[in-house]
């Protein structure tokens, strides 16, 4: 069963970047899809992007296209949300999930959850 830790999260002002993390262990994160998902108060959790065993990315969220760009790592068991030019309207937790599947943008779906980050964006 793999297990999922989220880092990277923080403080940043609009138009700033921050670099999500997700560290796996229990599993070789190579086996399994890996997707984002964020939160924000008041409001469902959403899928934000998606890549596959081979490296193939999904995009869920039209608002973050062109600035987040998901990737892995699979010598570190980690994955990582590259979040640039991040808006007001981007502050979240930011939930990583795997899957030993293929990419999907419902969270039924996903089998294996982190706890999740806290991403804030103010000026």
């Known amino acids: 069963q793999v297990q999922l830790v989220e880092s990277g999260g923080g403080l940043v002002q609009p138009g700033g970047s921050l670099r999500l993390s997700c560290s796996a262990s229990?599993?070789?994160?190579?086996?399994?899809?890996i997707a984002w998902f964020r939160q924000a108060p008041g409001k469902e959790r959403e899928p934000v992007q998606c890549?596959?065993?081979?490296?193939?990315?999904?995009d869920y969220a039209d608002s973050v296209k062109g600035r987040f760009t998901i990737s892995r790592d699979n010598a570190k068991n980690s994955a990582y949300l590259q979040m640039n030019s991040l808006k007001l309207e981007d502050p979240a937790v930011y939930y990583c999930?795997?899957?030993?599947?293929?990419?999907?943008?419902?969270?039924?779906?996903?089998?294996?959850w982190g706890q999740g980050t806290q991403v804030t964006v103010s000026s």
């Open positions: 999930a795997s899957v030993s599947y293929m990419c999907s943008e419902y969270e039924m779906f996903w089998a294996a």
């Open positions: 229990g599993a070789t994160l190579d086996a399994y899809a």
């Open positions: 890549i596959t065993t081979t490296n193939e990315k999904f």
